[in-house]
Every structure is written in C-alpha cells, then in structure tokens.
C-alpha cells in the first residue's frame, strides 16, 4: 500500500487543521493506520492509531482529547482532525500503516507516507 499524507500547513495557536492520508491500492482495509510526528531535532513519536474496520483507536497522552483519528475505507482515506492546537504540535506529520492490531510502535508499522508539516505560530 502507498500513502500519502496532505492538509498540512500554518495555523495558529488555539487553531484546528485537518491533516489526510490518502492510500492507493485495494488492500487499504487489511491494515490498521497511525500518526506519527516528527519535529525538529526530536525523535518520530506516537501519535494515533486506529484499527482495521472496527474502529478502535488509540491516543498519545499529549494529544487526547484534542486530535480525532479516523478512517474511511471506501475512500481509501485516513483523517486526523487537529483541534486547539499547540506550539507544541509543531511537527512533520507522517501517516503509516501495520499488519498488527492496532500499535503505538513506530518500528510495526511498515509503510509510511511521505510527511506533511503542521506549523502552529504563538
């Protein structure tokens, strides 16, 4: 599966964004999806994930509550809404994909978008 993140862009503190990950190929629905966010100088960090079909998810503590994942597998399409957003939440935020479960482990997931940048200004 290939993905693709969009959406990223400048928001202000307090602000929303809404960040997509389109996927192409049929198999989209076989894999549980994540965020992830890299800012600079930091290491790639564990966003959010949801699982295949049910639609169990899963958060980081620093974003609970105010970022929302979700899928829908007829567009092939993953979303992560972002609401009151941070300087914090500055990042590179890439989309991937696992064959597990559901995981917070960047290593399980084998395919990744290429990136899209939030930057949230004070």
């Known amino acids: 599966v290939q993905l693709q993140a969009s959406g990223g862009g400048l928001v202000q503190h307090g602000g929303s964004l809404r960040v997509s990950c389109a996927a192409s190929g049929r198999t989209f629905s076989r894999y549980a999806l994540g965020w992830f966010r890299q800012a600079p100088g930091k290491e790639r960090e564990f966003v959010a994930a949801?699982?295949?079909?049910?639609?169990?998810?899963y958060y980081a503590d620093s974003v609970k509550g105010r970022f929302t994942i979700s899928r829908d597998n007829a567009k092939n399409t993953m979303y992560l809404q972002m609401n009151n957003l941070k300087t914090e939440d500055t990042a590179v935020y890439y989309c991937?994909?696992?064959?597990?479960?559901?995981?917070?482990?960047?290593?399980?997931?084998?395919?990744w978008g290429q990136g899209t940048l939030v930057t949230v200004s004070s």
């Open positions: 949801i699982s295949r079909s049910v639609g169990s998810t």
């Open positions: 991937a994909a696992t064959a597990d479960y559901l995981s917070i482990d960047r290593y399980k997931y084998f395919y």
